[in-house]
């Protein structure tokens, strides 16, 4: 298998005895998946993340109520389902570790038209009643778990404004934003769907980290992948909302709402107050981001669009009190509309030791980006043995 992999010749000087290092860019639950079957399989893996915490689309938010106590909330994906093998025992082996559970509560839909409860359905793409899995005690909980296995360090809050390619011993050399070398490495994983997008400049006014010159076979799938844009409402409630007869919603007919979960019903989360999750439409959302652009929002703009959703969300009948916490927050590129790499399961130039890897890749959600980062781990170890 591995005899088929043409590797870059100044990759193949390198000594059998030396471990391969490979930079995983990206800490959610592919760049996650990816690092950790590294690891576990002796190559040293540095991960690097732009933000506080592991997690990305499955990251949790904390923030704090008026009585100064904490409030959690799992504001991207609130739960998944497997129906692989391949990932499904990636999920038990989880569940036997302690940081994924069962969450098992019904769902409905609402007609936002006639204004009726429609009944217990089962969540799109929940059609053959697989389970419903949250990490715990957040859903950040399994990425956080996979960064801090042994073999893998993680620096977060790192950037990477560079991938440049050296013709040397150890080819890729990584630099942030201040334009610090990050170190030098055998093979790069990207797990960030921007890393070659013109999104990239749009958000920081900076070129793409990655020159698509030195990948011409992946520029085409990389170069513009359609994202939907959605906007997450987080509420907190005194008393429970009695009047809704499930703990997650579909919204039937809706312009501004798409779904809502009761975040405060997953296993091994607090019980002082119920919060929900409210996502809106990609269609409210684009409407609000073509008059505001990619720009950070202002407070004025976030409450507006709060009050907005938990508008509609009253107007179904079923909120019977106000919420004692609210805020919005923009979820701008992250849910991808279109699967690159269905087939593969990641991009991989086997003559640079680069892997591209993430649901925008299999499928959007969580159960392709595990997919993705096993596939993208997989090309990488062939082409360690080759070393």
């Not at 193949?12 to 079957?37: L, P």
């Not at 997690?55 to 100064?68: A, M």
């Not at 793409?125 to 990490?135: E, L, Q, R």
């Not at 070659?196 to 992948?225: H, M």
């Amino acid at each position: 298998m591995s005899g088929s992999i043409l590797i870059s010749p100044a990759i193949r000087r390198r000594s059998v005895s030396v471990a391969m290092k490979v930079a995983v860019i990206g800490s959610g639950i592919s760049g996650a998946v990816c690092a950790s079957t590294l690891a576990r399989n002796g190559v040293s893996v540095t991960i690097f993340d732009s933000g506080r915490g592991p997690g990305g689309r499955t990251s949790q938010r904390r923030e704090v109520g008026e009585d100064g106590k904490e409030l959690t909330f799992d504001h991207g994906a609130p739960f998944f389902s497997v129906t692989n093998s391949d990932a499904m025992a990636l999920v038990h082996e989880w569940e036997s570790r302690g940081f994924v559970s069962q969450w098992k509560q019904v769902f409905g839909s609402f007609d936002c038209a006639s204004n009726k409860f429609l009944g217990i359905m089962q969540q799109e793409g929940d059609a053959n009643n697989n389970n419903k899995y949250v990490g715990v005690p957040g859903m950040n909980s399994i990425s956080k778990a996979l960064c801090n296995q042994s073999g893998v360090e993680s620096m977060f809050g790192t950037g990477i404004a560079k991938l440049e390619w050296l013709e040397e011993e150890i080819p890729w050399l990584l630099t942030d934003s201040k334009g610090q070398n990050l170190g030098r490495f055998d093979g790069v994983v990207a797990s960030d769907k921007n890393i070659a997008s013109p999104r990239f400049t749009q958000l920081t006014g900076l070129p793409p980290p990655l020159d698509l010159n030195l990948v011409p076979e992946l520029a085409t799938k990389l170069q513009d992948i359609p994202v939907l844009p959605c906007f997450s409402l987080m509420l907190a409630f005194k008393e429970p909302l009695s009047l809704i007869p499930a703990k997650g919603l579909s919204f039937k007919n809706s312009e501004i709402l798409s779904w809502a979960h009761c975040d405060s019903t997953k296993p091994g989360r607090s019980t002082d107050s119920e919060r929900w999750i409210l996502h809106s439409t990609p269609g409210y959302a684009s409407s609000v981001i073509a008059k505001t652009g990619l720009q950070k929002l202002s407070s004025e703009t976030l409450d507006k669009i709060s009050e907005e959703m938990f508008k509609e969300f009253q107007c179904s009948g079923l909120v019977s009190s106000l919420p004692f916490f609210m805020k919005a927050h923009r979820w701008g590129s992250a849910f991808p509309a279109k699967s690159i790499a269905v087939e593969e399961r990641c991009l991989w130039d086997r003559n640079r030791n680069l892997a591209i890897c993430g649901d925008f890749c299999v499928s959007p959600n969580v159960q392709g980006a595990i997919l993705s980062g096993l596939a993208a781990a997989s090309k990488l170890l062939q082409a360690s043995s080759c070393l």
